[in-house]
């Protein structure tokens, strides 16, 4: 019976590691874009409001 609970343990910590690491590589390009929204934010202007409907 132990060796049955280490193994579902086992499989469980590496599932958690596996969506830890999707977790913060989601993070990392969250905070990247957000730092590049600045550089883009003074391209906005009003005559490109005519794409916006593209």
């Not at 280490?6 to 874009?33: F, H, N, P, W």
């Not at 929204?37 to 409001?49: L, P």
């Amino acid at each position: 019976m132990t060796s049955i609970v280490c193994e579902l343990l086992d499989e469980y910590v590496e599932r958690k590691k596996a969506s830890l690491g999707d977790y913060t590589q989601d993070r990392e390009a969250q905070a990247l874009m957000k730092v590049s929204e600045a550089a883009f934010a003074e391209w906005d202007n009003e005559e490109d409001s005519v794409y916006d409907s593209l």
